[in-house]
């Protein structure tokens, strides 16, 4: 008998009815790498950012950034526009930098939500099953508000579905990983700082992030691949496709409703900050 709670991708009708997902944090390593794949994205992060260091810290702040652009309100979602502003106001390359970038770049700023867009996509489907086609074309123009919740125009997000896939291949095939941007990766993906639960489960996570990984992608960055280790990703997500859309929607939400709540607060306690 099927819960009256399961989600199946045939139930989804729009973003909020997707991006409030938990188990989406399992494209974050995805995305993230992905990102740093991308010289100018790749560049900006290890020369100005200390998040491989402190990998909640930038959890924290992805995190509070898509669900408040997503089921914030508008208040919401102009405090975390200020506070990636912030964030992003240092990084620029200097003027004899061999790789030049600035985080302000529409063009990065495609970048970056294009790997969360098709990361999140990756896991929900591979877990909750395939959306049909018209609400995977509505979904797909919606996320678009990753990128144009900052500087990104709307019309440099790609068409439609079809032109997104073109944009995301030859895109594809520009990443370069250097030894800087592997360096970040391998330092995120092995914390030596973190606390005790997190290196607990960093093993699964670097398991699907390898997994999930477009191949090239994976080799660059030199993750150890092998056929026993695609037979244990398709394991856990197989797991994972059993089990979680039947979980009850508290427990799925439970990232979003947390981060929620915690920016609620942070808000309320510093109104200057929050104006």
């Not at 912030?86 to 970038?101: E, L």
């Not at 509505?138 to 990104?152: C, F, R």
């Not at 095939?173 to 330092?187: F, G, K, P």
């Not at 080799?219 to 398709?234: I, K, S, V």
């Amino acid at each position: 008998m099927r819960l009256p709670w399961t989600l199946r991708g045939s139930d989804v009708r729009g973003i909020s009815d997707m991006a409030g997902e938990s188990v989406l944090l399992a494209g974050g390593g995805r995305a993230i790498l992905l990102q740093l794949a991308h010289p100018a994205v790749g560049h900006g992060v290890a020369d100005h950012s200390d998040f491989a260091d402190r990998p909640l810290s930038r959890l924290h702040g992805t995190m509070t950034y898509l669900y408040a652009i997503v089921f914030g309100t508008p208040a919401e979602r102009a405090h975390v526009r200020r506070e990636v502003g912030r964030a992003h106001r240092p990084v620029r390359s200097g003027p004899d930098a061999d790789i030049v970038y600035d985080a302000f770049d529409p063009e990065l700023q495609l970048w970056v939500a294009a790997t969360l867009y098709d990361s999140a996509m990756t896991v929900f489907e591979r877990v909750h099953g395939p959306l049909p086609g018209p609400v995977a074309d509505a979904l797909y123009q919606e996320y678009a508000v990753v990128g144009t919740a900052l500087q990104m125009p709307r019309e440099l997000w790609p068409a439609d579905r079809a032109a997104f896939g073109r944009y995301w291949d030859h895109s594809l095939a520009t990443l370069v990983v250097d030894d800087a941007t592997r360096s970040v990766a391998q330092r995120l993906l092995h914390p030596a700082a973190a606390p005790w639960w997190l290196r607990a489960v960093m093993p699964v996570a670097r398991l699907v992030t390898a997994g999930s990984l477009p191949p090239e992608v994976r080799r660059q960055f030199e993750l150890p691949w092998d056929a026993r280790a695609a037979r244990r990703y398709d394991l856990v997500m197989a797991v994972a496709a059993a089990v979680v859309p039947h979980l009850p929607a508290r427990l799925r939400h439970v990232l979003r409703d947390g981060y929620l709540r915690r920016m609620r607060v942070s808000m309320a306690s510093d109104p200057a900050r929050a104006a």
